[in-house]
């Protein structure tokens, strides 16, 4: 069955880097697009960028400058990469599997999840 | 970005209808999704596309719209469908409204 895992510290001290991996199973990375989407607590969901199926990627363009999402695909993991944290990158971090653009999109599985905390 | 406004809180009571709407501050086109989060728990996809049912999820959730206006229905309205709603849309990069918590009485 389709899974997908976080893995990652659960805090980080602000101006330092985040950095997380997805590890998915039950699907391949080269059939489907992965994206992040974090949360901050009592608040809606933030998508924060995209690795398509066929290697491109695609950022919010909010986080952009600060935001690198790569793959290894032999290993069926996705990495996500932000530097220059601050308390109010702190919020719960999800990894989805993506259907993509118009209307077949959706993000249609969900990781469990990896709570972040932005503190000294 | 285009934004996603939804009303913050509805009350209903069991075995009611309960419609949940959410406005587009631009057209996307039929390109809206719906998901339900219970706490503790992450998003889970009910409706894609606005108006088609994703894979197991029970019949008494329906979606419709398109371009700017949509709504999710839920009928009848079950006790465990105590959770906040959350529209998505992927037209343009992806964004999501803030949610409408649904209490049920």
């Known amino acids: 069955q389709v899974q997908l895992k976080e893995s990652g510290p659960g805090l980080v001290q602000p101006s330092e880097t985040l950095s997380l991996t997805c590890t998915v199973s039950?699907?391949?990375?080269?059939?489907?697009?992965v994206s992040w989407v974090r949360q901050p607590s009592g608040k809606g969901p933030e998508w924060m960028g995209r690795m398509w199926y066929d290697g491109d990627t695609a950022y919010n363009s909010a986080l952009k400058s600060r935001l690198s999402i790569s793959r290894d695909t032999s290993k069926n993991q996705v990495f996500l990469k932000m530097n220059s944290l601050q308390t109010d990158d702190t919020g719960t971090y999800y990894c989805t599997r993506d259907r993509g653009l118009w209307v077949s999109g959706g993000f249609d599985y969900w990781g469990q999840g990896v709570m972040v905390t932005v503190s000294s | 970005d285009t934004v996603l406004t939804q009303s913050p809180a509805l009350a209903v009571s069991p075995g009611e209808r309960v419609t949940i709407s959410c406005r587009a501050s631009e057209s996307v086109s039929t390109g809206m999704h719906w998901y339900q989060q219970k706490p503790g728990q992450q998003p889970k996809l009910l409706i894609y596309?606005?108006?088609n049912l994703e894979s197991g999820v029970p019949a008494r959730f329906s979606g419709s719209g398109s371009g700017t206006d949509f709504t999710l229905t839920i009928d009848p309205v079950e006790a465990d469908d105590t959770a906040t709603y959350f529209c998505?849309?992927?037209?343009?990069?992806?964004?999501f409204g803030s949610g409408t918590k649904l209490e049920i009485k």
């Open positions: 998505q849309q992927s037209w343009n990069d992806p964004t």
């Open positions: 596309g606005a108006s």
């Open positions: 039950g699907f391949s990375l080269t059939s489907y697009s």
